[in-house]
């Protein structure tokens, strides 16, 4: 999200009881994103599913996390290709080859949930694939460093460094992961660039949005004539995954879940496979 909408206010820790709320919104994005694998391909519009998962939110007694906010006017963030984030849904029919980036977010019993993922369409690219296997592996390793004692800086080193230093890539600097609760955008921000060691210590019931942007070519970005879209400046692909986690002694426990999601793509013959990288 972009740094300008989050407060410069202090994190707000959760109780057990507030987690497990969070995660209930979060598990209802998770159902609305499994539920776009299973029906993303190439034809399909991005107006088609952005309606079928506000009526999935809805009818689970939630409204839709995104839709109005900042003035955005749909439930899902619909990022095609070059598209990095915040891309409205369209009319535009998805073509083989495409990537989508999917986002979502909830607002249920007072508190929001958020995840995001990149589908891969129909006859990919191997060097496009490469960069979405790359930006979902840097997204876990976030996650490894999302624990007590640590600080922010190690979250956001850990994902520049195997993006940037590892594989070349473009991290995005101007937008960043959040903070999540009774609001979307909470402090702390969670840049995907950083130095170890620096930033706010996690605590315990920290509840974090960890969501690497990561772009093919360079790290630049603009934004489209819609006032929302965020693209590549280069025009070169983007990919984006986003986990909600809360902050815990060992290791993140992760709110969200794309299990379901990869197992309806598994069984989606339209949509490629993303693994996770040794």
């Known amino acids: 999200m972009n740094q300008s909408y989050i407060l410069k206010k202090k994190p707000i820790y959760k109780t057990d009881e507030e987690v497990e709320l969070i995660r209930q919104s ?8 499994s539920h ?14 952005d309606r079928e998962a506000e009526e999935l939110i809805r009818d689970h007694g939630a409204i839709p996390g995104f839709k109005g906010l900042y003035g955005f006017p749909a439930t899902l963030c619909i990022s095609i290709n070059e598209g990095v ?4 849904p369209s009319t535009y029919e998805f073509q083989d080859g495409d990537i989508v980036s999917v986002d979502c977010g909830s607002y249920m019993n007072e508190f929001y949930g958020d995840a995001a ?20 592996t840097a997204l876990y390793k976030g996650i490894e460093n999302a624990v007590v004692g640590k600080r922010v800086g190690d979250i956001s080193y850990a994902i520049q460094d195997y993006c940037e230093r590892e594989n070349r890539y473009g991290v995005v600097r101007e937008l960043v992961g959040h903070g999540v609760g009774k609001k979307l955008h909470e402090a702390p921000e969670v840049p995907n660039f950083g130095k170890r060691g620096r930033g706010p210590v996690l605590k315990n019931g920290l509840v974090i949005a960890i969501e690497p942007m990561v772009n093919l070519g360079n790290k630049e970005v603009r ?8 693209i590549s400046k280069d025009k070169t692909p983007s990919a984006h995954y986003e986990h909600t986690v809360a902050v815990r ?30």
């Open 26 to 33: 979060c598990l209802l994005v998770s159902k609305a994103l």
């Open 36 to 49: 776009v694998a299973s029906v993303i391909r190439p034809g399909v519009t991005g107006a088609k599913i």
């Open 85 to 88: 984030v915040h891309g409205v």
């Open 117 to 136: 993922y990149t589908f891969a369409l129909g006859d990919v690219n191997e060097e496009t694939m490469e960069l979405l296997r790359v930006t979902k």
């Open 223 to 230: 934004q489209s004539n819609d006032g929302h879209t965020i």
């Open 249 to 278: 002694k060992g290791k993140a426990d992760i709110l969200s879940n794309h299990t379901q999601v990869e197992e309806n793509i598994k069984n989606n013959a339209n949509v490629k496979e993303v693994s996770i990288k040794n």
